[in-house]
């Protein structure tokens, strides 16, 4: 990674990655101010927080499996960078409507009939916003970026984003919710400002046509990737990695609170420290791959995130609570015995998440042509998107049967098992820098 940081000094890629950073700041910002909110000030019951926060997950991953079809084919057949001025635009003004719903809340003015849908359709909007942004800020790698810096540019990226996810996850749990509605919009007016000095990338394969059906143009993107057998794979093992990513982040702020009966500040350094840990992992493996983009460490990569999974399932199942109608504060926390096992398990599951998912992203750009970068990077979004959705509904369901969320850890840490063989697969299909596939595309570096 350290090879790659020359890239923070140049303009083909500086603005980019500030304009993701920003970007994923305010996302994390926003749905973490209005979720601790919501699950700390307003709901009292533990099965009302978790379906507030599987549905704050399901909202936001809508639109990535509506729209990414139709994303991907503009990404492609648009200058990049003018799309980004566009999005970013766009995004002052979903900020506006998800600040005047965190101040309604904050004043306690109609907070279920008009402050939570408020908060909500921005957080919707937001979600549309990722969805164009996505396959831009990969597909625009390649071709602003030499073939031996796309790892480490899409390392420096990954770790950017989970950094940025890190400062708004936990200011979210330390700031007045009327103090986040300010800055959001104030970030976003950042962010636009930074996205307009992103360098022109125009359209490299040019009277591509856009097909407006988003359902016909969804099918149509996602067969024409998934039956190459390398991509398959490939977007099929992030899949697996992000539905057990959405258990996760849905099981956190309930568990937190009720499970390990801590405060909202525990719950948004949880997150946090999920965002550190998936951003040292985005360094290691590029430092142990060498800029080769390559498989041969996801399976044990993710072998090893189901083991932690299970070791944090243990030490939360034999927490010790707080004193009946208390919570543990932050210093309360970090003097309990168990703190130094609960925060290594969920390092080292973000950690080696990160070993395992970022390669394959850099899979996905490097192994088709540039001109259809894009596409394929919105295909993998439509798979993961539902996959997601389907493990909130799962995790949805297993609340409903009674399951609490420290034994739905133990589902994660069982869907781990699929991904090491998914990446397995992936790694012998393209073993010795040579990808086995029909279509006659690049062969992996």
């Given at each position: 990674?350290?090879?790659?940081?020359?890239?923070?000094?140049?303009?083909?890629?500086?603005?980019?990655?500030?304009?993701?950073?920003?970007?994923?700041?305010?996302?994390?910002?926003?749905?973490?101010?209005?979720?601790?909110?919501?699950?700390?000030?307003?709901?009292?019951?533990?099965?009302?927080?978790?379906?507030?926060?599987?549905?704050?997950?399901?909202?936001?991953?809508?639109?990535?499996?509506?729209?990414?079809?139709?994303?991907?084919?503009?990404?492609?057949?648009?200058?990049?960078?003018?799309?980004?001025?566009?999005?970013?635009?766009?995004?002052?003004?979903?900020?506006?409507?998800?600040?005047?719903?965190?101040?309604?809340?904050?004043?306690?003015?109609?907070?279920?009939?008009?402050?939570?849908?408020?908060?909500?359709?921005?957080?919707?909007?937001?979600?549309?916003?990722?969805?164009?942004?996505?396959?831009?800020?990969?597909?625009?790698?390649?071709?602003?970026l030499h073939s031996d810096e796309v790892l480490g540019g899409t390392g420096l990226v990954e770790a950017?984003?989970?950094?940025?996810?890190?400062?708004?996850?936990?200011?979210?749990?330390?700031?007045?919710?009327?103090?986040?509605?300010a800055l959001v919009i104030g970030v976003a007016a950042i962010g636009y400002a930074t996205g307009r000095?992103?360098?022109?990338?125009?359209?490299?394969?040019?009277?591509?046509?856009?097909?407006?059906?988003?359902?016909?143009?969804?099918?149509?993107?996602?067969?024409?990737?998934?039956?190459?057998?390398?991509?398959?794979?490939?977007?099929?093992?992030?899949?697996?990695?992000?539905?057990?990513?959405?258990?996760?982040?849905?099981?956190?702020?309930?568990?937190?609170?009720?499970?390990?009966?801590?405060?909202?500040?525990?719950?948004?350094?949880?997150?946090?420290?999920?965002?550190?840990?998936?951003?040292?992992?985005?360094?290691?493996?590029?430092?142990?791959?060498?800029?080769?983009?390559?498989?041969?460490?996801?399976?044990?990569?993710?072998?090893?995130?189901?083991?932690?999974?299970?070791?944090?399932?243990?030490?939360?199942?034999?927490?010790?609570?707080?004193?009946?109608?208390?919570?543990?504060?932050?210093?309360?926390?970090?003097?309990?015995?168990?703190?130094?096992?609960?925060?290594?398990?969920?390092?080292?599951?973000?950690?080696?998440?990160?070993?395992?998912?970022?390669?394959?992203?850099?899979?996905?750009?490097?192994?088709?042509?540039?001109?259809?970068?894009?596409?394929?990077?919105?295909?993998?979004?439509?798979?993961?998107?539902?996959?997601?959705?389907?493990?909130?509904?799962?995790?949805?369901?297993?609340?409903?049967?009674?399951?609490?969320?420290?034994?739905?850890?133990?589902?994660?840490?069982?869907?781990?098992?699929?991904?090491a063989w998914l990446g397995w697969l992936l790694h012998r299909a393209c073993d010795d820098g040579r990808?086995?596939?029909?279509?006659?595309?690049?062969?992996?570096?």
């Amino acid at each position: 990674m350290t090879d790659s940081l020359h890239l923070l000094r140049t303009r083909r890629f500086l603005p980019l990655f500030a304009t993701q950073l920003l970007g994923a700041f305010n996302d994390n910002l926003f749905k973490n101010a209005m979720v601790l909110f919501v699950v700390y000030q307003v709901y009292n019951d533990e099965r009302s927080e978790f379906w507030f926060s599987a549905l704050t997950t399901a909202i936001f991953i809508v639109p990535f499996f509506l729209l990414s079809a139709l994303s991907g084919q503009l990404a492609d057949a648009r200058d990049k960078a003018w799309m980004i001025r566009i999005i970013k635009f766009c995004e002052i003004l979903i900020m506006i409507v998800g600040a005047a719903g965190l101040l309604l809340a904050w004043q306690g003015i109609a907070v279920g009939a008009l402050a939570i849908p408020l908060m909500l359709l921005a957080l919707f909007a937001m979600g549309i916003h990722s969805t164009f942004f996505g396959p831009i800020k990969y597909a625009i790698l390649p071709q602003h970026l030499h073939s031996d810096e796309v790892l480490g540019g899409t390392g420096l990226v990954e770790a950017g984003t989970y950094v940025a996810i890190l400062f708004g996850t936990l200011l979210a749990g330390i700031i007045p919710v009327e103090a986040a509605a300010a800055l959001v919009i104030g970030v976003a007016a950042i962010g636009y400002a930074t996205g307009r000095q992103v360098p022109p990338a125009p359209a490299i394969e040019q009277g591509h046509k856009i097909d407006l059906n988003v359902v016909r143009s969804s099918i149509r993107l996602v067969a024409a990737t998934m039956h190459i057998r390398r991509l398959f794979l490939a977007v099929v093992a992030i899949s697996f990695f992000w539905t057990i990513g959405a258990v996760l982040f849905i099981q956190f702020p309930p568990l937190v609170k009720n499970v390990l009966t801590a405060d909202r500040q525990i719950a948004s350094l949880f997150l946090a420290i999920f965002s550190v840990g998936v951003a040292i992992g985005s360094v290691l493996v590029n430092r142990l791959l060498k800029g080769e983009v390559s498989a041969r460490y996801s399976a044990p990569s993710v072998i090893g995130m189901g083991l932690f999974v299970a070791a944090f399932h243990f030490v939360a199942a034999h927490w010790q609570p707080a004193p009946e109608g208390t919570l543990y504060t932050i210093g309360d926390f970090f003097n309990h015995r168990g703190v130094l096992p609960m925060i290594g398990a969920l390092l080292g599951i973000s950690i080696t998440g990160g070993m395992f998912v970022v390669p394959l992203y850099a899979f996905l750009t490097t192994t088709v042509p540039k001109s259809q970068a894009a596409r394929t990077v919105a295909a993998n979004n439509i798979v993961n998107s539902g996959a997601m959705v389907g493990g909130s509904i799962l995790a949805g369901g297993l609340s409903f049967l009674g399951v609490d969320a420290a034994n739905q850890l133990l589902l994660a840490a069982a869907m781990c098992v699929i991904s090491a063989w998914l990446g397995w697969l992936l790694h012998r299909a393209c073993d010795d820098g040579r990808c086995a596939d029909e279509e006659g595309l690049p062969p992996t570096v």
